[in-house]
């Protein structure tokens, strides 16, 4: 499904995508609101983000061929022979020492005095040695009809020089095609142990406890429901909910920084994280594959199961012009051979033709390239659901973000309280009453200033209403507590504040009790983040926020937003980011940062919906295209600016790739590159790629140093 709608999506303008999009949330939205009531539990939102985020299977790597084998169905079939040709990379040493002597053996067989068949033996030598499992793959391609196959083709073209008596040349197209695939085979195994030192997050055993017996069981069974025990020192396999024990929970392996907290009962245990103090009893609350270590864990597997449009279009291209090429060569292998009776001269030039028609290198490079940036943001804690959210990510011209959470802590604290006809403590015990429940950092804070007493005072039928506040019944009076607008709403005259804050009135029954002002303070590293993302590239940064309008302006100017705009309702921030896509450039893409708080549905909108300390939100991680699992905001520009030199690498590669084969076919079939030459430029170009690949590996682990000594001061 989502594979239809994105190609759906290509044909629509971005206007009628993004006035789809929040059609869809709305419906959702809808729906969600329509089961709360029925007291149902919450929809998990569209169908393509689950399938994104957290349903997407584990593979293996015979169930990975399969799936891209799937991906590459109904594609034209020259494609699908040339991406399949593309799968089968491995890197081993037997190969790489064969190779190593096949070179030396060439050298020498070069630098022989021989002649006849003798000469042709000791190029053979080295040409098996190198190419002996291209010759199996191209009788298998034969044996299938796949005329098109690439080791058919290169075998081809290496029979023709061959025949013509190009011997060097014929080993040294094995030779360096082997070395090519060696490489790019190189760099792939080290992208995914990479990805596999991310296993260590997902523990495969777990202790279930069974009244006072505790047994071993596999994580991968553990039933929702179960309890099971942590021992201080081991990593949590499954998220949960503590029912016993006091301990300190470190998420830093999980989140890639520095993060830990402390739990007791009733807190939330997130899996991947290791348990520091003490042992813990846990109620699984999800399975270990919808837990949070998996999705990031898949997401660093998966990520090349969304193609970047690059990718997409490479392989379109190639689908047409490598038989292009094909026919190309056999024209001058036939036509100036009879015209000019010099037919060794001809074959050696359609051969040259022929290798350079073969560019499965380009279209692996540029996977790995992405899926190299995949495997980096993942160990620096990030989901990112697919090359295709990097890509996007990589134009982003316009930011825009929420502010609660966001660019500030979130982390409220009640400042003062203004209380009308009543004492402070009754104002703050009904706020609190009816705050209770709510998620909201405002409603945490007002609870905790509350005291305990609150959770005595019942309050019934509670509404959250989002970015305005809550309503409940308390002693069968009606209580509202929230912003200026939800006063407004309700037809209850207010007082202006008279300090600055966030303030939160009261009113019961229609007559108003008096507002609390809260503060929360910014992030130490938000104007840093925003002149670093500035710097990379962001045009526009823009502030969203359901605050009212006199902290919203005080927080934009001191970060230096370009735009901003308050007291918006989670539809409005959804309004407001569908306007803001619809009045950017073109070929630039709008990207939403929140905390998944009141901001889900603007995460799903957006081109790409960052989200921030995602790691004990599931909605938030479901709910956007990549997402950060710690709350450090640096995170962002280093997860912009790897995306940035991931689009930049894999132009660069496809550059470079296409101006060395137009070179090698102008000089070729001119006559002025010799077959040799021509395998070893290519062979350059190949290995070019793949170096560009390591070095987006590279900066992935620079950044790792940068923020441990980040960490340090
Ligand atoms: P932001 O856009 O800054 O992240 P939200 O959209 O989460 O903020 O909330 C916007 C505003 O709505 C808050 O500043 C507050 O005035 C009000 N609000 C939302 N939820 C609550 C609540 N539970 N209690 C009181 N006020 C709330
Ligand atoms: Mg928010």
Redesign the pocket.
């Given at each position: 499904m989502a594979k239809h709608l994105a190609k759906k999506e290509k044909k629509r303008s971005a206007l009628d995508v993004a006035k789809e999009k929040l059609s869809l949330i709305k419906d959702s939205a809808k729906k969600i609101g329509s089961r709360e009531k029925s007291g149902e539990k919450k929809s998990k939102g569209p169908e393509k983000t689950i399938a994104r985020a957290i349903r997407i299977p584990v593979t293996n790597s015979a169930k990975k061929a399969a799936a891209r084998k799937k991906e590459t169905e109904g594609s034209d079939a020259f494609q699908s022979v040339m991406l399949n040709k593309t799968l089968d990379l491995r890197f081993n040493t037997t190969d790489l020492f064969l190779t190593a002597l096949a070179l030396i053996l060439l050298v020498i067989a070069h630098f022989l005095p021989t002649s006849g068949p003798i000469r042709l033996l000791s190029f053979l030598v080295p040409f098996l040695l190198a190419g002996y499992n291209y010759l199996y793959e191209a009788f298998q391609e034969a044996f299938m009809g796949i005329v098109l196959g690439r080791e058919l083709i290169l075998m081809i073209a290496v029979l023709m020089a061959l025949c013509a008596g190009e011997y060097l040349g014929a080993a040294a197209v094995m030779i360096c095609l082997k070395i090519g695939d060696l490489t790019l085979a190189y760099i792939e195994m080290i992208q995914s142990e990479k990805v596999s030192a991310l296993y260590a997050l997902r523990p495969e055993k777990a202790e279930l406890v069974n009244g006072d017996a505790v047994s071993p069981v596999r994580a991968s069974e553990i039933a929702v429901g179960s309890e099971i025990l942590v021992r201080a020192g081991e990593t949590i396999p499954v998220d949960g909910v503590v029912l016993d024990g006091t301990s300190v929970l470190d998420a830093a392996p999980l989140v890639g920084g520095n993060c830990s907290f402390p739990v007791a009962v009733g807190s939330e245990a997130i899996s991947g994280c290791t348990n520091v103090n003490a042992p813990l009893r846990i109620r699984v609350e999800r399975t270990q594959k919808d837990s949070v270590s998996s999705a990031l864990i898949r997401a660093a597997e998966n990520a090349w199961m969304h193609k970047s449009a690059h990718e997409r279009q490479l392989q379109w291209v190639l689908s047409y012009l490598s038989p292009a090429l094909v026919l190309l060569s056999v024209l001058m292998a036939v036509i100036p051979s009879i015209a000019t009776g010099e037919w060794r001269v001809y074959l050696v030039r359609a051969a040259i033709l022929l290798t350079v028609s073969q560019m499965y290198s380009v279209v692996q490079s540029v996977k790995l390239s992405y899926d190299c940036a995949a495997a980096c943001a993942a160990s620096d804690g990030v989901v990112v659901k697919g090359h295709d959210v990097l890509e996007s990510l990589s134009r982003a011209e316009t930011m825009v973000f929420?502010?609660?959470?966001?660019v500030?802590e979130?982390e409220y604290r009640v400042k003062e309280v203004f209380p009308r006809g009543v004492s402070e403590g009754q104002l703050l015990f009904l706020?609190g009453a009816?705050?209770l429940y709510?998620?909201?950092?405002?409603?945490k804070a007002?609870v905790a200033a509350s005291g305990a007493y609150a959770s005595e005072i019942s309050a019934v039928d509670i509404k959250?209403?989002?970015?305005?506040?809550?309503s409940a019944f308390i002693d069968g009076r009606c209580v509202y507590?929230?912003?200026?607008?939800?006063m407004e709403e309700h037809g209850i005259a207010f007082d202006n504040p008279s300090i600055p804050g966030?303030?939160?009135h009261v009113g019961v029954d229609g007559h108003y009790l008096g507002h609390i002002i809260l503060e929360d303070a910014l992030r130490d590293s938000a104007f840093d983040v925003i002149e670093e993302l500035r710097a990379a590239g962001v045009g526009t940064s823009v502030l969203?926020?359901?605050?009212?309008h006199s902290?919203?302006r005080r927080i934009a100017s001191s970060l230096n937003f370009d735009l901003v705009k308050a007291?918006?309702?989670?539809e409005e921030?959804c309004s407001s980011v569908e306007y803001l896509m619809s009045n950017r450039n073109v070929n630039t893409t709008l990207a939403f940062v929140?905390?998944g708080?009141?901001?889900a549905d603007a995460l799903r909108l957006a081109t790409v919906g960052i989200a921030l300390g995602s790691f004990d939100k599931p909605e938030a991680l479901e709910a956007s295209d990549a997402a950060i699992l710690g709350r450090e905001l640096r995170t962002l520009p280093r997860l912009y600016r790897l995306a940035v030199q991931t689009a930049r690498t894999a132009l660069q590669q496809t550059i470079v790739c296409g101006a060395v084969k137009l070179l090698v076919l102008i000089f070729g079939a001119a006559g002025l590159c010799s077959l040799p030459v021509a395998a070893v430029i290519q062979m350059a170009s190949i290995l070019y790629e793949a170096y560009s690949a390591r070095r987006i590996l590279l900066s992935g682990d620079e950044h790792k140093i940068l923020r441990v000594k980040e960490r340090k001061i």
């Open positions: 929420d502010k609660t959470g966001t500030t979130g706020a009816a705050e709510s998620p909201h950092p405002i409603a007002i959250e209403i989002p970015g305005r506040g809550v507590v929230g912003n200026a607008a939800m966030s303030a939160i969203l926020t359901g605050d009212v902290s919203a007291e918006l309702t989670p921030k929140g905390d708080v009141c901001d």
